[in-house]
């Protein structure tokens, strides 16, 4: 070693590249972008379908016609199923917009497309739901 610290003609030195260690493989923006729209052209018509039924079945949940003298959980079985939905649905759409808008980002732009998956699959499958609990029988 030298008296100034540095390496000797006789000491070896190891270069480390930093770079290379901490570098990952990302998907280019183009595997980005066809991953979204693939996603969101499967999505959009569960979007559609879901807001229609929440459209169809709002007159026949919030209206007091079915109050009959059942537990509360059965007079209320269709509004905290076309609440459900709602949320879903909503909460889904934004994480879809949120998923195209953070395409430019490299990393975790993913967890917003399956979270949209999640919620809009929810939002469907409550909304199937809703047919079955706008349906009051008739009185005895």
Not at 101 to 115: I, K, V
């Amino acid at each position: 070693m030298s008296p100034h610290g540095g390496a000797g003609e006789g000491d070896a030195v190891e270069v480390i590249d930093l770079e290379a260690e901490t570098t990952t493989a990302v998907p280019g923006t183009g595997l980005r972008l066809v991953v979204t729209a693939l996603t969101a052209a499967l999505l959009g018509p569960a979007m559609v379908v879901t807001a229609w039924l929440l459209a169809w079945y709002r007159p026949a949940i919030t209206s007091p016609g079915c109050d009959q003298p059942w537990s509360w959980w059965q007079r209320h079985d269709g509004a905290f199923f076309w609440l459900a939905a709602g949320v879903a649905g909503v909460a889904g759409t934004l994480c879809l917009g949120l998923g195209a808008a953070r395409l430019h980002r490299s990393r975790r732009w993913w967890l917003w497309l399956l979270s949209a998956v999640a919620l809009l699959l929810v939002a469907s499958l409550t909304a199937v739901r809703l047919g079955h609990a706008a349906w009051c029988p008739p009185l005895p």
